[in-house]
């Protein structure tokens, strides 16, 4: 089945602790990203990247990192110097910048 | 910067009841308006893309329409299973700048 999985669905972490999100596809695209959604706000972007062992900043960058080490797999890492770091975050894939995109089901990250 | 502005933030129909959502935008060098539905708790669903000013596309009761400065989304006689968040966005040199989306409840 092709597309794109997100895990864990819920998660949730101590302050001050690092959490990693998965987010594998199986459709070749170059094009990964990760948004972050949050009441009331549009989605919002964290990293992107275009081809293999490289990405960029989006919008709102600090407090995460990301690596790009195969093309199926777009990790990303909430720091704990993320201040505000709950809220569902959202894969996205596509195959070049600016067109159409496609997302996962989503996390749901709870820092207690 | 490109921006992305949806109106209303909510709205309530009766079923059959049909309407429009507006999603107005700033963008430099559009590469495409892209509209997404997105159910509670879900990852956005995508619906359309369109890339030029006079387009339209359609699929069941949902038609989307594009100017130079803003989209439409039109619903005919909605069901209650058109209920969600609609998403618009657009597509720039680089990446994709969304909404922050209209909430649809279809009342039976």
Redesign the interface.
């Given at each position: 089945d092709g597309g794109i999985t997100?895990s864990p669905k819920y998660l949730f972490r101590k302050e001050g602790q690092n959490v990693t999100l998965s987010c594998e596809q199986n459709l070749n695209h170059d094009a990964m990203?990760w948004?972050r959604q949050d009441p009331?706000?549009?989605?919002?972007?964290i990293y992107?990247s275009q081809i293999v062992n490289d990405f960029?900043k989006?919008d709102i960058a600090e407090g995460y990192s990301v690596s790009r080490e195969k093309k199926e797999s777009f990790p990303l890492t909430v720091t704990s110097a993320q201040k505000n770091p709950t809220a569902?975050y959202?894969c996205a894939m596509g195959t070049t910048?600016?067109?159409?995109?496609?997302?996962?089901?989503?996390s749901?990250l709870t820092v207690v | 910067e490109d921006q992305?502005t949806q109106s209303p933030e909510a709205l309530r129909l009766q079923e059959g009841e049909s309407s429009s959502l507006n999603c107005s935008y700033t963008v430099s060098g559009l590469?495409?308006l892209?509209w997404?539905r997105q159910d509670p708790?879900?990852?956005?669903?995508?619906l359309f893309?369109l890339y030029s000013a006079g387009e339209e596309k359609e699929k069941e009761r949902l038609k989307a329409t594009l100017t130079k400065k803003e989209s439409f989304l039109h619903i005919t006689a909605p069901k209650p299973e058109d209920s969600a968040t609609y998403?618009c966005?657009v597509?720039?040199?680089?990446?994709?700048?969304?909404?922050?989306?209209t909430r649809l409840t279809i009342i039976p």
């Open positions: 997100q990203y948004y009331g706000q549009g989605l919002r972007l992107y960029q989006g569902f959202l910048s600016g067109n159409t995109i496609y997302f996962g089901e989503g749901w | 992305v590469r495409g892209f997404y708790g879900k990852g956005p669903e995508f893309t998403l966005a597509g720039g040199n680089e990446k994709l700048t969304f909404g922050t989306g």
